[in-house]
C-alpha cells in the first residue's frame, strides 16, 4: 500500500464550479498536511498548509483533514481557468519524516 | 519567480553522455534538495543537504551523483544514465530541514536520455 493515494485524474469542470481534491494516506504518524500546485513548465508552490485535523481557508481555496479517516481535501470554490494546473498533496510527522507527496491531479477549468 | 533557479531548463543526453544539473537559490536557506518527477508518479526525493552536507540519500543509483559546494548551490552530475531516468529533476530550498517548513521549487529541467 501507497503512503500516499491521489488520483491523477484528469479532473474537468466548467468556470465557475466548485473543485474537491482528495488524498488519503495511510501512516498516522503523518500530522503536517500542504497542497502544492503546479502549472505546466514550472516547479510546484505552497498553497495550502494545515496542522493536525481541521479546516483551513484561504480566499476561494478551503483545506481540509480527517486525521480519524486518513483523508485530506482541498476545495476550490468559483473555479477559474487559472486554477487549471495539477494538484499534489504532500505530508509529514514529527520524529525525522521526510515529506512525502502524491502523484498530483491534474485539473482542468474550461471556460 | 521562486528564488530558486535552474538550469539548463531542458536537456537530451545519450547514455554515454556526462553532463551536470545545476541549482542556484537566492532565499537564504541552510537545506536544498533534489527530487525525481516522473509522469503520473508521487515526487521522488533524491537527496538533502543541510549547510552544505549531504543528509540524506535515498537509494539513488551511483549514476547520480549530488554536489553542494555551498549553500547557494547544489548540482546533479549525471553519466551513463538510463533512458527509465528521463524524467523532470526539480530542486527545491527551504529554511531549514523541519518538517513543517516550505519547500521552494525551482522550474525544473526536462532531462530527455535517448
Known amino acids: 500500500q501507497k503512503e500516499v493515494e491521489q488520483d491523477p485524474g484528469p479532473l474537468s469542470v466548467p468556470e465557475g464550479a466548485i473543485v474537491s481534491l482528495n488524498c488519503t494516506y495511510s501512516?498516522?504518524?503523518?500530522?503536517?498536511f500542504m497542497w502544492y500546485r503546479q502549472y505546466s513548465r514550472k516547479g510546484p508552490e505552497l498553497l495550502m498548509y494545515t496542522y493536525s485535523s481541521g479546516n483551513k481557508e484561504d480566499g476561494r481555496f478551503t483545506a481540509q483533514v480527517d486525521k480519524s479517516s486518513k483523508y485530506i481535501s482541498l476545495f476550490i470554490r468559483d473555479s477559474q481557468p487559472s486554477d487549471s494546473a495539477t494538484y499534489l498533496c504532500a505530508m509529514s510527522g514529527k520524529g525525522g519524516f521526510k515529506t512525502i507527496f502524491g502523484a498530483g491531479t491534474r485539473l482542468f477549468v474550461k471556460a | 519567480e521562486t528564488g530558486v533557479t535552474q538550469t539548463p531548463r531542458h536537456l537530451v543526453m545519450g547514455m554515454t553522455n556526462k553532463k551536470s544539473l545545476k541549482c542556484e537559490q537566492h532565499?537564504?536557506?541552510?537545506?536544498m534538495y533534489w527530487y525525481k518527477q516522473s509522469a503520473k508518479k508521487p515526487l521522488e526525493l533524491m537527496f538533502v543537504y543541510s549547510l552544505e552536507e549531504r543528509v540524506e540519500n535515498n537509494s539513488v543509483p551511483s549514476r547520480f551523483s549530488p554536489e553542494c559546494p555551498n549553500s547557494s548551490h547544489l548540482f546533479l552530475h549525471l553519466h551513463t544514465l538510463q533512458p527509465e531516468d528521463s524524467a523532470l529533476y526539480l530542486c527545491?530550498?527551504?529554511?531549514?530541514?523541519?518538517?513543517?517548513?516550505?519547500?521552494?521549487f525551482g522550474q525544473g529541467t526536462r532531462l530527455t536520455v535517448v
Open positions: 532565499l537564504g536557506h541552510n537545506a
Open positions: 527545491a530550498s527551504s529554511q531549514d530541514r523541519g518538517v513543517n517548513t516550505e519547500a521552494f
Open positions: 501512516n498516522s504518524a503523518f500530522q503536517y
